[in-house]
C-alpha cells in the first residue's frame, strides 16, 4: 500500500528555475528519505530527516518536514538538465521497511 | 567506495520457472534489503536480512524467499514465476544498528516472465 503520495505527479521547469516537490503521508513515521531515479534504474538517495528534524539541506536540495501535516517537501535550487529524473520520498515506519510513494517525474528543458 | 551491486542485470524467464538474483552490499553494510518495482504498483518492500537472519518481510507469497551469507551478500529467489512477477528488483544496502540508516540502492534486476 502507498503511504507516500507525491504532488505534483508530473513537472516541467526552464534550467535554472527551482523545483519543489511534495509529499504527504498517512501514518507516524521514525523518518522520511528522499530519492531520484533515473530512466527506470536504481535509486540515489538524497536526503533522511528523521521524525525530530524541521529541515535538512545538501547542496542545491532542501528538505522540510512537517510532522504535524504528516508532509514533507524537496526543494532543488538552481535546477539542471541533469535533473531530470523521478523523484520518491520513502517513509519508515519500523522494522525497516520503507513504503514509497508514486513518485514526481521532473522534467528540466535546457 | 563501490556501491550496491546486483546481478544480472537483465534475465528472463518463463512462466513456472525459478529465477535467482544476487546482491552484493556496500562494504561495511550488514542490512540488506529487497524490494520490487513493478508497472502500475510502484515500489514495495520484500525483504530484510540482517547479521544472516531474515529480519522482516513484505506482503509477498512464500514463493519469494531469499539469503543472507556471512559476507553479507544475498540472493532472492523466486519460485513458480508468474507473468505479474515481471519487475525491477532493487536491492538496497545500510549499516547495521538499532535504529534507521540510510538504504543506498543497487541499480537493480530486470525481470521478465513470459
Known amino acids: 500500500s502507498q503511504q507516500g503520495e507525491e504532488d505534483p505527479q508530473a513537472l516541467s521547469i526552464q534550467e535554472g528555475e527551482n523545483a519543489t516537490m511534495n509529499c504527504s503521508y498517512k501514518?507516524?513515521?521514525?523518518?522520511l528519505q528522499w530519492y531520484r531515479q533515473n530512466s527506470g534504474r536504481g535509486l540515489v538517495h538524497l536526503i533522511l530527516?528523521?521524525?525530530?528534524?524541521r529541515e535538512k539541506h545538501s547542496g542545491r536540495l532542501r528538505v522540510t518536514l512537517d510532522t504535524s501535516k504528516k508532509s514533507s517537501s524537496l526543494l532543488i535550487t538552481a535546477s539542471r538538465a541533469a535533473d531530470t529524473a523521478s523523484y520518491f520520498c520513502?517513509?519508515?515506519?519500523?522494522?525497516?521497511?520503507?513504503?514509497f510513494g508514486s513518485g514526481t517525474r521532473l522534467q528540466v528543458q535546457p | 567506495e563501490a556501491g550496491v551491486t546486483q546481478s544480472p542485470t537483465h534475465l528472463i524467464k518463463t512462466r513456472g520457472q525459478q529465477a535467482t538474483l544476487r546482491c552484493s552490499p556496500i562494504?561495511?553494510?550488514?542490512?540488506v534489503y529487497w524490494y520490487q518495482q513493478a508497472l502500475g504498483l510502484g515500489l514495495q518492500f520484500l525483504l530484510w536480512?540482517?547479521?544472516?537472519?531474515?529480519?522482516n518481510r513484505g506482503n509477498f507469497p512464500p514463493r519469494f524467499s531469499g539469503r543472507q551469507f556471512p559476507n553479507y551478500s544475498s540472493e532472492l529467489n523466486v519460485n513458480a514465476l508468474e507473468l505479474e512477477d515481471s519487475a525491477l528488483y532493487l536491492c538496497?544496502?545500510?549499516?547495521?544498528?538499532?535504529?534507521?540508516?540510510?538504504?543506498?540502492f543497487g541499480p537493480g534486476t530486470r525481470l521478465t516472465v513470459t
Open positions: 538496497a544496502s545500510s549499516l547495521t544498528g538499532t535504529g534507521w540508516n540510510e538504504q543506498y
Open positions: 501514518t507516524s513515521i521514525n523518518n
Open positions: 530527516i528523521r521524525s525530530n528534524e
Open positions: 520513502a517513509t519508515g515506519t519500523g522494522r525497516r521497511a520503507l513504503t
Open positions: 562494504s561495511g553494510h550488514t542490512s
Open positions: 536480512y540482517d547479521e544472516g537472519e531474515e529480519r
